[in-house]
């Protein structure tokens, strides 16, 4: 079993920053990737940046220069900067896990958190 659970959302002004985590736990083997999404009201999920186990990063052009993803062992980490109203939107942290079958590794499966809420007043 491997759980997701994320922390930090809430309510800031523009141009001020937030900084979310996504802890992940159960019977991990590897944590093959990890990322964070955005669902705005309305809007379909957005990809908004994945790190690798590796430490390659991606990052949707809306939020280049403004956002970081970290990770540090099983937990990863956004850190958001010079926020703007349209970056309000429920984030949720995704992970590729390959987790544990009794003592060996299973196959890599894709888990999701809870979702946090950002918003960002004007």
């Known amino acids: 079993q491997v759980q997701l659970v994320e922390s930090g959302g809430g309510l800031v002004q523009a141009g001020g920053s937030l900084r979310l985590s996504c802890a992940a736990s159960?019977?991990?083997?590897?944590?093959?990737?990890m990322g964070w999404y955005r669902q705005a009201p309305g809007k379909p999920r957005e990809l908004v940046a994945t790190i690798t186990s590796g430490g390659s990063t991606n990052y949707a052009d809306s939020v280049k220069g403004r956002f970081t993803i970290s990770r540090d062992k099983n937990t990863g980490n956004l850190q958001m900067s010079s926020l703007q109203p349209e970056d309000t939107a429920v984030y949720y942290c995704?992970?590729?896990?390959?987790?544990?079958?009794?003592?060996?590794?299973?196959?890599?499966?894709?888990?999701w958190g809870q979702g946090t809420q950002v918003t960002v007043s004007s």
């Open positions: 159960g019977s991990i083997f590897s944590i093959n990737a």
């Open positions: 995704n992970a590729k896990i390959t987790s544990y079958d009794g003592l060996v590794p299973s196959y890599e499966s894709d888990y």
